[in-house]
């Protein structure tokens, strides 16, 4: 690990003023340290931002949740609220890490995780994320866990959180604050970034911008799931999940809402394909209809290739779980 | 601050020189191999071969008895406990908060101190498997592992013991886990599929977890 200096905030706009280039925000540190003794991170200075009171979950004005971004991804799953009114996000976040992440893991924290591709992690190869221009290794690598959707040439890295793909499915709104101690509200569809050409870019925040805050609006009708399909039964990173909100009543499907993990360099929504679920019979014709739309303009990479199939029977299942009368 | 001399990783180590903690990372590598990426695998204990930008004074109040240490902000809370403060009984695996031997409690919580850095705990109370028994009794969980023979190396056991003190108080309180049926009920019953769940966090390579599973169940209905 390279050496940094560590500051300690004592409020938000002294958190935000004090960052410069080369600082890093840390909160849990689960990620960011794994990253820093890998030297995959260099920051040359931290701020912990621990100490600050963002640690709360409040009821808002119209039937939504305001969760702190420093609530804990372990106290966010067991929020009674949360488990009666956004159950897809309490699975969600008990399907990803440990107990012992989770206690450390924070929601400001989930959403600015790093992608898990090995190429990113291992200092020696190429990777447009961590070293840009130097190529992407993992294009004619081993690509197993890597995305089908949104790639580019330059990168085909997933978003590894769950957290953020239910918060996707429940249309959140992410708080922010900068350096001059202005708020921002930034929806979550336009938050995690498409690689392109700048794949180290992952996120809309600006230098300086703190992450505050994420907002869940009033919960929408339907039944909540959240499947994921992993390599070991625990304690893995999906290959492929779905969040989805389906409203049906007998054996015809209202509406639906679907978000994916795994698939992308972030959570993946798809409008057309929701648009297919509006006001039809609950069948596997639908479904399959609805899978077609999903995977529009999904291209694997050789080992990953099997995310396709996978991706539409895991939504299938999803779908025909949510709908049974 | 230097690392002790021991705790330094040759970067090809001679193959006539295999030593009990090669042995150990060796086996542990091979078991992450599947999830690890190859870098992670090649390093060993923390590089401090640039000097640290400044020292840190850290309060840590670890098993009832408070301490004060000057730290390199870059020491982990893992570092602190085994390096500075002689308490080896938290094992240091994979390093990375992937195997579970470096659990510790804060303020009663379960995590994985070597993810964490000390200087992030000043003030806060560290409870570690030196700190569970009462004198010469041990604790009910260290009880019922010994009774269970709830492991064979022993490397995993104290981080399995102090993850399973906390997943016992997470029980308690009524937290669910990703197998709990229904989340709208306050509290889960901790059956087998339960526990492995909520300890899934803790990789035993010598596959012990049908005894530590045992174990636990046994210690469950007692003061832990």
Known sequence: MRAFTYQRADSVAHAAAAIKSGTKVIAGGTNLLDLMKLQVETPSSLIDINRLPLDRIEETPDGGLRIGALVRNSDLAADPRVRQRYGVLSRALLAGASAQLRNKATTGGNLLQRTRCYYFYDITKPCNKRNPGSGCAALAGFNRIHAILGTSDHCIATH???M?????????NIETVNHNGDGKVIPIAEFHR????????????????????????APPPGVQVYRKVRDRASYAFA????????DSTRGRIRSARLAFGGLAQKPWRSAHAEETLADVPATAASFNTAANAVLEGARGFGSNDFKIPLTRRTLHS???ETTRT | MDEPESDKQPDAPNAFEVTRRTVIETGAAALLLTTLPRAALATGAADYSEPPAHLEKVELQINDQPHSLMLDPRTTLLDALREH????????????????????????????????LA?????????????????????????????HDGFQCGYCTSGQICS???????????????????????????????IRERMSGNICRCAAYPNIVAAIKQAEGMAT
Request: hydrophobic share 40%.
């Open chain 1, 164 to 172: 953020a793909v239910a918060m996707r499915v429940l249309d959140a």
């Open chain 1, 194 to 217: 498409l690689p392109g050409n700048t794949p180290e870019i992952e996120t809309s925040l600006g230098p300086g911008e703190i992450i505050t805050a994420v907002t869940l609006p």
């Open chain 2, 85 to 116: 403060l002689a308490l080896t009984g938290s094992k240091k695996g994979c390093d990375h908060g992937q195997c579970g031997a470096c659990t510790v409690l804060i303020d009663g919580r379960r995590i994985n101190s070597c993810l964490t």
């Open chain 1, 160 to 162: 590894p959180s769950d």
């Open chain 1, 239 to 246: 290959l492929v999940s779905v969040a989805a909100i389906v």
């Open chain 1, 318 to 320: 999803v779908l025909a």
């Open chain 2, 164 to 194: 399973a003190v906390g997943m016992l108080a997470e029980s308690r309180q009524g937290m669910p886990s990703y197998v709990t049926e229904d989340l709208t009920q306050p509290a889960a019953e901790l059956t087998d599929t339960e």
């Open chain 2, 119 to 147: 200087v992030m705990h000043d003030g806060q109370s560290i409870t570690t498997i030196e700190g569970l028994a009462a004198g010469d009794e041990l604790h009910p969980l260290q009880a019922a592992f010994v009774e």
